[in-house]
């Protein structure tokens, strides 16, 4: 089952709306047969792939697969279909597929076929190597990871609002890598009018440019900023319904897809649905502490990636990466799982996630 996740992994963030998914097949004394993982939706499942070069596995072969065979047709037919065509006896399965359409019926398929299938090995692991799938495919909303830049007192800027930098420069390369992880990269307005950035990912070497997403509830967003001028990925900004209609023409006319909230405060959540109504399965959002905040209040916020310097502000005035959570009792806080510690050049980089992830 190891094996199978570390194939699995070899196509992390490249499979999206669909999970990494690796799968084995070995003979009685353990010794490998086959090895298969999904490589990008639309094409063949891991299973699919490990099996294909036998007309019938032999009697003592075992499937490890880190996912739930699947039993419904989707872009392509159920593996539990093939795998009772090539005669697989037994499978060994790592965890459970929340996707509402299989959810269990993928292992209930096999058994009624007389298959002897073992679920749960490895489980953690094989569920955890899956967090953007596992939240899109249940709730219909992308996956939304939170990122910010801060000293060791937790500010992202002085009280003036100078801040670059906080962070060193491999801390910006690796934040760069979070980019192209994510299907969309969201800012806040104020950020936008800050630091005009670019969203783009300038440094790995991954081929994905994520759609870049701009929160302004007035639509008034300045022409020449890169988000408007740059057209090389797709751009949507999420509006409130006081947005001028000449405003949203003139957006549209400069290629940027404008999502128009009911209200005149575009709820997170409401943008959320949106976005993952155009195709969109996790997003990073990089700012500012408003649009952060305004994230961890709606419980929106599924992870954390904070790179934290070892300089302290020191100073009131100066703002904290999470905004204002208005909470007044600390049993009411957000308490984040501390999941990993990453030394990045003088950096570190913290990953949390917030509960129930
Ligand atoms: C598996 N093995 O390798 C994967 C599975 O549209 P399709 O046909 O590719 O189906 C996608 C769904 O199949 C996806 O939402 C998930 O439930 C399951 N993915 N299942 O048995 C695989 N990638
Ligand atoms: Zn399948």
């Not at 030394?343 to 917030?354: A, N, S």
Request: aromatic share 6%; glycine share 8%; net charge positive.
């Amino acid at each position: 089952m190891r094996r199978a996740i570390e194939l699995a992994l070899t196509a992390q963030f490249r499979t999206d709306p669909n999970p990494v998914v690796g799968a084995v097949l070995v003979d009685g004394s353990g010794r490998t047969l086959a090895e298969g993982f999904h490589q990008k939706a639309g094409a063949p499942h891991a299973e699919v792939v490990a099996l294909e070069r036998f007309e019938s596995v032999p009697e003592d072969a075992i499937l490890f697969v880190s996912l739930e065979p699947c039993n419904h047709h989707g872009k392509t037919p159920p593996c539990t279909e093939l795998i009772l065509k090539k005669k697989v006896k037994k499978v060994v399965v790592g965890c459970l597929d929340p996707n509402p359409q299989v959810s269990g019926r993928g292992v209930a398929r096999l058994r009624e076929n007389g298959v002897s299938v073992s679920t749960g090995v490895c489980e953690t692991e094989c569920r955890d190597i899956n967090r953007v799938f596992n939240k899109h495919i249940v709730t219909g909303m992308p996956y939304v990871t939170a990122k910010a830049a801060t000293s060791l007192d937790g500010k992202t800027a002085m009280a003036s609002g100078e801040s670059q930098w906080i962070t060193g420069d491999l801390s910006r390369v690796r934040g760069h890598m979070l980019r192209s992880q994510h299907q969309a990269i969201a800012i806040g307005r104020q950020t936008l009018m800050d630091d005009n950035p670019r969203l783009t990912d300038r440094y790995s070497a991954h081929p994905y440019q994520p759609v870049r997403v701009v929160y302004a509830s007035g639509g008034n967003i300045p022409f020449k900023s890169y988000f408007v001028v740059d057209k090389q990925t797709r751009r949507v900004l999420i509006a409130g319904s006081g947005i001028s209609g000449n405003m949203e023409k003139k957006l549209v006319a400069e290629g940027v897809e404008v999502m128009i909230s009911p209200d005149k405060r575009p709820s997170v959540i409401w943008s959320l649905a949106q976005l993952y109504k155009a195709g969109i399965c996790s997003m990073l959002i990089e700012g500012g502490s408003e649009l952060i905040g305004s994230a961890i209040r709606e419980q929106a916020v599924d992870q954390l990636c904070l790179f934290i310097s070892g300089k302290i502000i020191g100073d009131w005035q100066a703002k904290a990466w999470s905004g204002y959570l208005g909470i007044e009792k600390l049993s009411q806080v957000p308490h984040l799982s501390l999941d990993q510690v990453e030394k990045i050049g003088e950096d570190l980089m913290l990953t949390c996630y917030f509960p129930n992830v």
